[in-house]
């Protein structure tokens, strides 16, 4: 993140003070941070779990005495412990309940605000009601299926498509879904869409998991994905996707370059896309895919030297 304020967005970061994985930065402005549900915060790192837009300090003399203190700022309050984490742990006790152990996918995100604090020392917290996440911390983690999924990408999928409803208010793919996956092997976003109901049009060189090659939900198609016209697609699925996704591994230009040509197709679809670095962040590319409309560009928690790209052109 710190290298992304540096190369991306100019900052100086030098004046920096770091609390564990906090980073306070006194000279860089938060006021250009905010951004409609359908559109990427410019002036955020992408690599950022979440920003503390109104940050402000709270000493206090007892547990008590800091819990009412947030209270009665507003209800959700996100703990983040880096130090005193027994005296975190006693106040967050005697705050609003919210959920902070891994979810069971599908699972909603509410729209209301969601706090954040920290002790800096016994006795003075540091806090912001305002962030720019409504997800605790702005991490989102799954209980995870160590049996079933051919691929632990099925937590990506899933934490893609849950913020893709937060973020646009589109349902899930379900019974009536057409969906278009493009490297789609071993097949973890494959499983997901089909447990949820949905028929997948899966395409890549290599073959699926034998359990979902043999799906009924399942076409599948050894072919190089980019290289399908929009018609082809249609043939296979018998109708226009709804849906259309793609983990490839290729350089950020040759995706941006496949998603303008469905965009040029006229088709109404929901598109989501993991943008692969090769080597160095690529922020000139990942600044094309975000001002393209109603699109964000995010940084998922199950996203390693990787962005997520989400747009709803429906």
């Known amino acids: 993140m710190l290298d992304e304020f540096a190369s991306r967005l100019d900052v100086d970061t030098n004046s920096r003070k770091e609390y564990g994985d906090l980073v306070y930065l006194p000279s860089y402005s938060a006021e250009c941070a905010s951004a409609t549900s359908s559109s990427t915060p410019r002036f955020l790192p992408y690599f950022c779990a979440t920003a503390l837009l109104e940050p402000f300090i709270v000493k206090f003399n007892s547990i008590g005495e800091a819990a ?26 005697k705050l609003p309940y919210i959920p902070l152990k891994p979810r069971n996918f599908p699972v909603k995100i509410p729209q209301s605000p969601m706090g954040f604090y920290t002790l800096l020392d016994e006795h003075t917290l540091l806090a912001s009601a305002s962030t720019s996440s409504c997800i605790p911390l702005g991490t989102l983690s799954f209980e995870e299926d160590h049996e079933n999924p051919p691929s632990r990408a099925y937590l990506k999928i899933q ?42 049009f899966a395409v890549d060189r290599s073959p699926l998991a034998p359990s979902l090659m043999e799906n009924p939900l399942v ?17 296979a699925l018998g109708g226009d996707p709804d849906w259309i996704l793609s983990d490839v591994i290729c350089y950020p230009e040759r995706l941006l370059q496949w998603v303008k040509t469905w965009l040029e197709s006229g088709i109404k679809f929901n598109m989501i896309c993991t943008i692969k670095m090769q080597g160095g962040i690529n922020w000139q590319a990942a600044e094309e895919f975000a001002s393209l409309p109603n699109s964000r560009v995010v940084h998922l928690h199950y996203n390693k030297h990787e962005l997520t790209f989400l747009m709803r052109n429906r």
């Not at 209800?75 to 106040?91: E, G, K, M, V």
């Not at 198609?221 to 929009?230: E, G, Q, R, V, Y």
């Open 68 to 93: 009412n203190a947030l209270k009665g700022i507003q209800r959700s309050w996100a703990p983040y412990s880096f130090s005193n984490h027994r005296r975190q742990t006693l106040i967050q006790e």
């Open 219 to 235: 076409t599948f198609s050894a072919h190089d994905a980019f290289t399908l016209k929009p018609s082809d697609v249609r043939e």
């Open 159 to 200: 934490e893609a498509l849950t913020l893709f409803n937060h973020f646009f208010g589109e349902e899930l793919p379900s019974k009536e879904s057409l969906c278009f996956e493009a490297g789609a092997c071993p097949g973890g976003w494959t499983y997901v869409l089909t447990l949820l109901g949905a028929r997948v």
